[in-house]
């Protein structure tokens, strides 16, 4: 199979989503790989390297796209991308579609492209193969982010996460008790913070309270809530629902009640955002002010660290695509339930519920686009 890699061209992108170890691998099972020149230099991974690695290097990004199977890419094709793509092409990358314009969806459709979400890719127990480790990253990243805007120079409060002999800590409330709440509840308690985190998920909550002892953990209820946003130095947005658009949990009223210089970090915007007044920011410009309160909503917020991001999206998606590559797509999404699971189009059709009713688009579950008959599990 022949595989492209495109240099990401999204605002502030500078991940890749294989480095030369993985285009290795892929080259030494027969698949041609075909690099985009300069496609891993922001993230420091040189032509050169790809070369090495068994790539060819193509000039023009429309080169790879009209010459590759299946098309890896760290965030989902932008428009103009999407129109380049032939017939039943597959991409595979972080899709993040219920936040997608309509144009990128509908081309996808009407090319009949197979688009894969590594974001909603889910084993059979409902873990997220894929993005919980990119979580485990964004998790402490947000906290170090907080700390940083925190201070005087960057129109925050002026204070220390920790505090310091007879000063109390900052206080942080994290929405969300899933692997980047978790990770962010690590973070913030090792920094000295006092931290809650809120979730209506009692289970949740329960792991939380077991991986990040001396948290608050609380179940979450909207006065409840209010309270502590309202009292809070640090508001970390960490809300996901698999494939969905985060709900909005923080209303613009309790955003306009904190404290001036106190500190929102959405990491839920690349899902829409579950604060009112986020919008989505870029690492060139990633603060805004509403109301005397900062807001950092960078949806590709690891792209900031992109060299060890890369090689961790690297080693995420290699397995996948070996599989694709080796069986292809229908193969593969046959005898990968996973991989299925994370598949958003495919065949002209909406695979995912939510994201048809979403745009109002015809729905066929994936099974029945691929002859199979469906799968009881008792």
């Not at 890896?72 to 999407?82: A, D, N, Q, S």
């Not at 920790?162 to 978790?182: K, S």
């Not at 090689?311 to 990968?336: H, K, N």
């Amino acid at each position: 199979m022949i595989v492209g890699l495109v240099r990401e061209t999204r605002v502030g992108e500078r991940r890749v989503a294989l480095i030369p170890a993985s285009v290795r691998r892929l080259t030494e099972r027969g698949h041609r790989v075909i690099v985009e020149h300069a496609a891993g230099d922001q993230s420091h991974f040189p032509d050169g390297a790809y070369v090495a690695a068994g790539a060819q290097i193509a000039f023009t990004a429309a080169e790879v796209i009209d010459r590759s199977e299946l098309l890896v890419k760290v965030e989902r094709p932008t428009l103009e991308e999407f129109s380049q793509m032939h017939p039943h092409q597959v991409v595979m990358g972080f899709m993040h579609l219920a936040v997608a314009r309509r144009g990128e969806i509908e081309q996808a459709l009407q090319e009949s492209i197979t688009t894969i979400g590594c974001e909603i890719i889910e084993t059979a127990d409902g873990a997220l193969p894929v993005l919980e480790p990119m979580s485990e990253i964004a998790g402490p990243m947000a906290i170090a982010i907080a700390s940083h805007l925190l201070r005087s120079t960057s129109g925050g409060r002026g204070i220390l996460l920790g505090g310091a002999p007879g000063i109390p800590p900052a206080r942080v409330v994290i929405l969300g008790a899933g692997v980047v709440g978790t990770w962010a509840a690590r973070a913030a308690l090792a920094a000295g913070a006092s931290t809650q985190c809120f979730d209506i998920d009692l289970g949740k909550l329960r792991r939380l309270h077991l991986a990040a002892p001396g948290a608050i953990t609380r179940l979450s209820d909207p006065p409840l809530l209010a309270d502590a946003v309202a009292g809070a130095d640090v508001v970390i947005g960490a809300i996901l629902i698999r494939g969905e658009r985060a709900p909005l949990l923080v209303t613009r009223a309790m955003v306009e009640a904190m404290r001036p210089g106190s500190v929102i970090v959405d990491v839920s915007i690349d899902q829409g955002g579950c604060v009112e007044t986020s919008r989505p920011t870029t690492l060139n410009d990633p603060v805004f002010v509403h109301h005397g309160v900062l807001h950092y909503a960078v949806p590709n917020m690891t792209a900031d660290i992109a060299h060890t991001a890369s090689m961790v999206i690297s080693q995420l998606f290699l397995p996948y695509a070996l599989e694709i590559a080796d069986a292809g797509v229908e193969g593969a999404l046959a005898r990968q339930p996973d991989l299925a699971r994370g598949v958003f189009t495919h065949a002209g059709y909406c695979t995912h519920a939510a994201l048809a009713e979403r745009w109002q688009r015809p729905y066929q579950e994936l099974h029945a686009l691929l002859g199979q008959e469906r799968r009881v599990t008792v």
